[in-house]
């Protein structure tokens, strides 16, 4: 009950409000967690500081002092291209990263935000083919931003969506054809170099 107390201060927007409760209600919290929470409130309510500095968590630094290249860069693990993980979603290479990312804040509408935690937002959206696990296409994508912002924290493809809370952005899709490629084996590239005689 208490942590759905302090989850109503922060969407309200009282922030001060929410402090109070979170030090009163240490508990409630893991101590990693208390700590970024509790950063994020100071911030806004201009009780920060500590200065961002590279060697920080990810997320810290963002809470400091939002980078949208540092965001850039934290996604590349969700990239196929960057990802050796076979288990894990990645956005295909023909994902067209730069429009999507130019289109996102347009998009990002209230209305189809989830807030299932204290410090983030996450919208869904669909986009046939933008992604893959293993050999199986994946259809839509998440992003999450700090709360009620457009700040973006991170951003991969997911299997599981609400089809009627995803915003559809098919109209960036480009209607390629998206083929399942593999990698030739060392056998099949001596064959190919070396063709039979006969």
Do not use: W
């Amino acid at each position: 009950m208490l942590y759905h107390a302090i989850r109503l201060k922060f969407l309200e927007n009282e922030y001060e409000s929410a402090y109070e409760k979170i030090l009163e209600n240490k508990n409630l919290f893991q101590s990693e967690i208390l700590e970024i929470t509790l950063l994020y409130l100071q911030k806004k309510l201009g009780q920060t500081i500590e200065k961002r500095n590279n060697q920080m968590r990810y997320l810290k630094r963002q809470i400091l002092q939002y980078d949208y290249q540092d965001f850039k860069k934290h996604i590349f693990k969700h990239l196929q291209e960057f990802s050796n993980d076979k288990e894990q979603t990645v956005f295909r290479r023909e994902f067209p990263l730069e429009s999507v990312l130019e289109k996102l804040p347009q998009n990002m509408e209230e209305q189809n935000r989830f807030t299932t935690n204290l410090l983030t937002d996450i919208y869904q959206f669909q986009f046939d083919n933008c992604g893959l696990m293993g050999y199986k296409n994946i259809n839509a994508f998440e992003v999450v931003a700090l709360h009620n912002t457009q700040d973006l924290i991170t951003m991969y493809p997911v299997k599981e969506y609400s089809k009627e809370h995803a915003i559809d952005l098919n109209h960036l899709n480009e209607e390629k054809e998206f083929t399942l490629t593999r990698r030739p084996s060392q056998i099949e590239k001596f064959n190919h170099r070396y063709p039979k005689i006969s």
